[in-house]
């Protein structure tokens, strides 16, 4: 069963009593890691089987498919001589009715071994297409079982992590069994840590007011709560600000236990941001500066319409867009970009809606553009829009414009000649793997974590 917002918050309330009587027993300790211990086993022993039987139905699919091309292989052979056959007939019958014509016996008798090899030929063909489209049809249902596979195989190798982590964690907790003064001392440090933990989940919900209701309340309203926007004001520098990341996960046939740490696998996450970068690759031409006519000054921190991995998946993410208000800035506003250690210039902006009503091909007569300034050329400002200068995806044109979306990254390249000639690079940032404690590990881990 999935855990329903609100209850998240449940399992952060502190009884201070009954935690002091868990860490004074040893044996209480030792008893939950059995417990979790168990209840991982037996996960890892479910996606065992599981793993077996999806293994077991993939090798027998592909011994079928197998057999199923030879078929085709010797059907497409049988086509490929009866073709030779009619080609020869046809030749053989059009030298015999220059010869006799065509009512002699021997025309005709050429011309009924045509026919019933081009009926033949025919009857091959339909058994061609149709063992053509069986294997179609097998090689997808060969792709869905190895992705089921794979999938299973994740599982089974995250359900393998868990279980390694708690018997690491009993292999712990008995080696300091000896020395309950310890074991209490080590208690005091991580009440502290989880009642941090509890008192910013505390402040968050504050905040929500009472948009959480168990049951009742929606993650669309979550993402477009009030208290889930970022004010957007410049110069905005990655160390000295942070981008607001989003990611949901679904987690099913999990148990949470109280006071140790679940391994609830990988999230993915989307930053709310997207970034720019300008360069210009022409000797002797030098960029002194870049700025963005038209901004929006807020921003959502969450996308709309995400409610599992499958609504952000690579290589798209998310497709649409999550405007305050549901439309851009009407004031205009215009944004320095930073020159960068590489000679670049580089922004990090919100969303920004560019198509006019969001229709493909037609730009917004409030679309952001940038302003490009060379020291050599002086004053004199270059427009360059957000649009297809050279590579074009699917559905779009050469010169279509495009919005600014979160968690890509835009890369304008100049090369310097009369005019400026551009080329734009749209792509989905790069995967970077986190690791956080969230708060639940002890303080000296978590200073490492940090120095890194």
Request: glycine share 8%.
């Amino acid at each position: 069963m999935a855990l329903k917002i609100g209850e998240l918050f449940a399992t952060l309330e502190i009884d201070d009593k009954d935690f002091s009587k868990g860490l004074q027993s040893a044996q209480n300790q030792t008893k939950v890691l059995s417990s979790a211990i168990a209840a991982s086993e037996k996960t890892v022993s479910r996606y065992q089987s599981e793993l077996s039987k999806a293994q077991s139905s993939l090798r027998s699919a592909e011994q079928a498919q197998a057999q199923l091309n030879q078929r085709l292989e010797t059907a497409r052979s049988a086509q490929s001589s009866l073709q030779s056959e009619v080609s020869r007939l046809t030749d053989a019958y059009k030298a015999q009715v220059a010869m006799t014509g065509e009512n002699s016996d021997a025309a005709n008798e050429l011309g009924l071994r045509l026919i019933e090899a081009k009926q033949a030929l025919e009857q091959s063909g339909e058994e061609v297409q149709k063992l053509t489209q069986q294997s179609q049809k097998g090689e997808q249902q060969l792709r869905k079982l190895g992705k089921s596979v794979d999938e299973i195989s994740g599982n089974l190798d995250s359900a393998e992590q868990s279980l390694s982590g708690f018997q690491s964690q009993l292999s712990a907790a008995n080696s300091v069994l000896s020395s309950s003064a310890a074991r209490l001392n080590a208690a005091g440090q991580a009440m502290q840590e989880y009642g941090k933990s509890v008192q910013s989940a505390t402040e968050w919900q504050n905040k929500l007011g009472n948009l959480l209701t168990v049951g009742v309340t929606t993650i669309e309203q979550i993402c477009s709560a009030a208290c889930g926007r970022y004010a957007y004001t410049p110069p905005f520098r990655l160390g000295e600000r942070l981008i607001p990341f989003y990611g949901v996960k679904l987690c099913e046939g999990v148990t949470f236990i109280r006071d140790l740490q679940t391994d609830l696998g990988t999230i993915h996450l989307l930053r709310a941001m997207a970034k720019i970068e300008v360069a210009c690759v022409t000797p002797g031409w030098n960029i002194s500066g870049v700025a963005l006519q038209r901004y929006n000054a807020a921003g959502y921190c969450a996308p709309s319409g995400v409610y599992g991995f499958g609504d952000y998946s690579w290589p798209d993410y998310v497709g649409t867009l999550h405007l305050v208000g549901d439309r851009n800035d009407a004031e205009p506003k215009s944004l320095d970009f930073a020159p960068s250690a590489q000679g670049t210039f580089v922004a990090y902006v919100p969303e920004y809606r560019n198509l006019a009503g969001g229709t493909t091909g037609v730009r917004a007569q409030d679309a952001a553009e940038l302003r490009v300034t060379f020291r050599e050329s002086g004053d004199k400002e270059y427009p360059v829009e957000f649009k297809y200068y050279t590579s074009v995806p699917a559905g779009s044109r050469l010169g279509d414009p495009f919005d600014i979306r979160r968690n890509y990254y835009y890369k304008f390249t100049i090369t310097k000649a009369a005019e400026p000639l551009i080329v734009v690079d749209v792509y989905p940032y790069e995967e970077v793997e986190l690791d956080p404690g969230f708060g639940l590990l002890s303080a000296s881990k978590n200073e490492k974590r940090n120095e890194k």
